[in-house]
DNA sequence: ATTGCCCCATGAAAATCCTGCTGGTGGAAG
DNA sequence: CTTCCACCAGCAGGATTTTCATGGGGCAAT
């Protein structure tokens, strides 16, 4: 993990540096505002730290300069106590997070971590669409129409199989095998119950219906 | 400042790009919602303006997907007369704004203007907002409805992060990852007993809660 | 020494899960 | 055209799993 550090008084910044070492990441330390800069758009690092109060350019120039350039790099802005809030307002740019000077090591760390790992989180989280439903495999949630439906942990887990191979029969042996792993009893009619359950809420009031059932088959997710 | 309008009609598109582009926006139209869908996910618009009738995906849809992938981008929906309240109601995610066709020019712009300094204020400040629960992530201050409420430094953690991800279900282990960081052991019901703490001083005595469990997956911070 | 925080462990409570059954449907055979 | 039969929808209540809530011990800071 590279972190670059933007922040020009020579303690603060060899204090950082030396805590962040010894935890393991890999710190470039720049002085002013026109160095950090050119480091932050010429290197890729997994999080930049930017002092507010810079010689040459403000950290908020620099962010900017980042966000212009359309890189999504986690920034964590260091302001000094009793800067207004005003100068921050002005900003269109976005940190993704702030802590004010003077702060303790172990919370700056807390939050770098955070970023660091927040940032690790959102790239998978994936959303499957179907027609008018759609269900976040992350987040957990399933919207038909607009409309949040709440499931539960089994009937979560058939829908999503049903989406993931969406217009393709399942038949119920595929179905268990997946959803009840092996605590699967070859002579039960769970899956019927669980597949009714998800009509009642997926379909119902909808004249539009999305999963079918295909005789002597099994169970398909499709419009028509 | 760089918008993304999605809207399918050439016409009211043109109108509304030209009208933008001469006060100074960068504009882009998507003319359906998969194409708009696409590039609101791919791309940092500082706001996007959707049209709820779109070819393939409506506006609402598009919006989904969104706030699914926690990106907090202001949304301005642009609804024809005539839609009825509820079907916009029922959308947790939330747009920021509604306009209703037809609409004047100055009144678009006014709106844009004003979700524009919205955001502004909002990514500046450390503070989190979720209904009438606001958490200071700077000040390490948590308020319900005005009034302060003293939480020790795990729970403030663990509401920190259902704030960050609000609507999103959390499990038990992505909780503890963040707020127990390397220390968690999964056979504890650590998790669980702090989510009882927090919602003892957070929901307790209010009718409307606002941390949910969902059976088998994990927590939630959502309204309803 | 006291206070407050953190976490484990336990029984109670709640929600979900699943079985077994009834009735219905549609297609095939007669 | 009628009858039969395999298959499926749907329900209800008890079994099972999951979560809640609480007491208490350990520990660190004051």
């Known amino acids: 993990m ?8 020579p303690k603060v910044s060899a204090f950082i540096r030396r805590g962040l070492e010894e935890e393991g990441f890999e710190v470039e330390v720049a002085y002013d505002g026109r160095f950090g800069r050119q480091l932050a ?24 300069a980042l966000r212009t350039q359309d890189q999504q790099t986690p920034v964590l802005l260091l302001t000094a106590l009793g800067t207004t809030q005003d100068k921050l307002l002005g900003f269109g740019g976005g940190a993704d997070d702030y802590l004010v000077k003077p702060f303790d090591f172990p919370e700056l760390l807390a939050r770098v971590r955070a970023l660091l790992r927040r940032r690790g989180q959102q790239a998978k989280s994936a959303v499957l669409i179907f027609e008018d439903l759609t269900l976040d495999t992350a987040a957990k949630t399933v919207m ?32 268990a ?36 059932t295909v005789v002597g088959m099994g169970y398909v997710l499709r419009s028509e």
């Open 2 to 9: 590279k972190i670059l550090l933007v922040e020009d008084e």
């Open 41 to 64: 758009l010429g290197h890729a690092y997994d999080l930049i730290i930017l002092d507010v109060i810079l010689p040459h350019f403000s950290g908020l120039e620099v962010l900017a």
């Open 144 to 175: 038909r129409a607009g409309q949040p439906i709440r499931l539960t942990a089994r009937e979560f887990g058939l829908l999503e199989l049903l989406l993931r191979h969406a217009g393709r029969v399942l038949s119920r042996a595929e179905l």
């Open 177 to 212: 095998a997946d959803v009840w792993e092996d605590s699967f009893d070859a002579g039960s009619n769970v899956v019927d119950v669980y597949v009714n359950y998800l009509r009642n809420k997926v379909d119902k009031g909808f004249s539009q219906k999305l999963i079918h």
